[in-house]
């Protein structure tokens, strides 16, 4: 699976849209981008994920480029409770195990 | 709530010790995956059961061994435990295996050996 990297932290502020960047310039064309997010030593929570289009669901958008080298999660209208570390995994659709492998992730800090 | 329940959710012991932890997939769920989460690790992948049998394996030390029983339930077994095995374990579970499908987390089972 392809490697990714993040920003160690980020900051946002309350309402505005939060814009976490993410490269994976190894991606190879069978690999999915996943977002997941992990609030403070809960257990992470899957956010969102995709191949080559842009996706939208009720928590967040993923913005992929057309090469694929990078992709941007997008939380619109950040709260309080956004709060967390984000982590950007990549990882084949299929023949894979399902294991996913986490790296440091982007600690996004939003604030009143 | 993901579904995925992880008993105890606390646990004191001492080095030397052994220690079960306990996962109950979401109704249905045929894969689980165990991951440690220690504060100078992240989030490190142990080993993943498919329908009762291994299917992979991460960093997972020779003194820890898991199992998922045909009620799909999967325990973690962690012996002659020391300090730096304090940390948070997760459970996780999903429906298939080789697919797109997101991972379900559970709460959690913090360690702390002393």
């Known amino acids: 699976d392809a490697k990714t990297t993040q920003p160690t932290s980020m900051d946002c502020a309350e309402g505005r849209a939060a814009n976490l960047p993410c490269n994976h310039s190894?991606?190879?064309?069978?690999?999915?981008v996943y977002w997941y997010r992990q609030i403070h030593s809960q257990g992470p929570q899957y956010i969102i994920h995709?191949?080559?289009n842009n996706e939208t669901n009720e928590m967040a958008s993923l913005i992929i480029t057309e090469d694929r080298k990078s992709s941007t999660l997008i939380l619109p209208h950040a709260t309080l409770r956004d709060t967390a570390v984000y982590y950007c995994?990549?990882?084949?659709?299929?023949?894979?195990?399902?294991?996913?492998?986490f790296g440091q992730g982007t600690t996004l800090q939003v604030k009143p | 709530d993901s579904g995925v329940t992880q008993t105890p959710k606390h646990l004191i012991t001492a080095t030397g010790q052994r220690v079960t932890l306990r996962c109950s997939p979401r109704?249905?769920?045929?894969?689980v995956y165990w991951y440690q989460q220690s504060l100078d690790q992240g989030l490190q992948f142990l080993i993943q059961?498919?329908?009762?049998?291994e299917r992979a394996k991460g960093n997972i030390l020779e003194r820890f061994s898991a199992q998922q029983f045909p009620d799909l339930h999967s325990e973690l077994n962690l012996s002659s435990l020391e300090l730096g095995d304090s940390a948070l374990y997760f459970c996780?579970?999903?429906w298939g295996t080789g697919d797109t499908g997101e991972l379900f987390f559970g709460e959690g089972s913090r360690l702390t050996v002393l």
């Open positions: 996780a579970s999903r």
């Open positions: 190894t991606i190879s064309g069978n690999e999915y």
């Open positions: 995709g191949l080559k």
């Open positions: 995994i990549v990882r084949r659709g299929s023949g894979n195990t399902g294991k996913l492998i």
């Open positions: 109704s249905g769920d045929l894969s």
């Open positions: 059961y498919y329908n009762g049998e």
